[in-house]
């Protein structure tokens, strides 16, 4: 079974600068995709940013962007120009492309304070 | 609206109680997850329809448990007999579902606000 791990709990940052979130993953499969998913106070999980595995190029959203290293299997999410609107949980997801499930398996998060 | 739907927001009930959890998804998507989340993790997969066949449920933590989608758009998660591990944040989630050539392409899956369910 495939599992996700993100290793920082917590991570902050000064509003304007850049951080980086971990996360690693464990499969046998060639082809799947990857996300970040944001989760603020609020609740509601949003996408960040998705990520196919057959695709070399990292994905790119605007301050947001990944450093995919398939053959590592690991999964960063750059936050460019932090803004105070980026403070909430991140979670990093896996999901397969073989089989007949589409569900996503995340990591256990990792929470991002901004300071002013 | 536009968004995935859950009601109720906060749901209290006592051990032993019957709970019913309502999902409506995203009008026209044809996928539809349910998953559990306890404080402080990330979300747990609980069970996946493809319209109104139910054809994944290996997330189901017992048969207490049950999930139903009908005619292929709300869904409805209910729990019997209620114990105290079952409180927890159930979120919703639906997805468009496109076939690519050897397999299904990832789209992104959209959640609702969730349901808080706490068992006294």
């Known amino acids: 079974a495939q599992t996700v791990t993100q290793s920082q709990p917590e991570m902050s940052v000064q509003e304007a600068e850049t951080v980086t979130l971990s996360c690693t993953y464990d499969?046998?499969?060639?082809?799947?995709?990857l996300f970040w998913y944001k989760q603020p106070p609020s609740r509601q999980m949003i996408l960040v940013i998705r990520?196919?595995?057959?695709?070399?190029q990292n994905a790119t959203e605007n301050r947001f962007s990944v450093n995919f290293q398939k053959a590592a299997k690991s999964f960063s999410l750059k936050i460019s120009d932090s803004q105070l609107g980026d403070a909430a949980m991140y979670f990093c997801?896996?999901?397969?492309?073989?089989?007949?499930?589409?569900?996503?398996?995340f990591g256990k998060g990792t929470k991002l304070t901004v300071n002013p | 609206g536009a968004g995935v739907s859950q009601s109720p927001r906060y749901k209290v009930a006592k051990r032993g109680q019957d709970v019913a959890l309502r999902c409506d998804p995203i009008?026209?998507?044809?996928?539809l997850f349910w998953y559990q989340q306890a404080l402080g993790q990330g979300p747990e997969f609980l069970t996946y329809?493809?319209?109104?066949?139910?054809?994944?449920k290996s997330g189901l933590p017992s048969d207490r448990f049950f999930a139903e989608r009908p005619e292929g758009s709300v869904s409805t998660l209910k729990i019997q007999r209620t114990q105290q591990e079952d409180s927890a944040v159930y979120l919703c989630?639906?997805?468009?579902?496109?076939?690519?050539?050897?397999?299904?392409?990832?789209?992104?899956?959209?959640f609702g606000d969730g349901t808080r369910l706490s068992i006294l």
């Open positions: 989630a639906s997805s468009l579902r496109r076939q690519g050539l050897n397999s299904v392409i990832g789209q992104p899956q959209h």
């Open positions: 499969t046998s499969e060639s082809d799947y995709y």
């Open positions: 990520q196919e595995a057959y695709k070399q």
């Open positions: 997801a896996y999901r397969s492309s073989e089989g007949g499930s589409e569900k996503l398996v």
């Open positions: 009008s026209g998507h044809v996928s």
């Open positions: 329809f493809q319209n109104e066949a139910q054809l994944d």
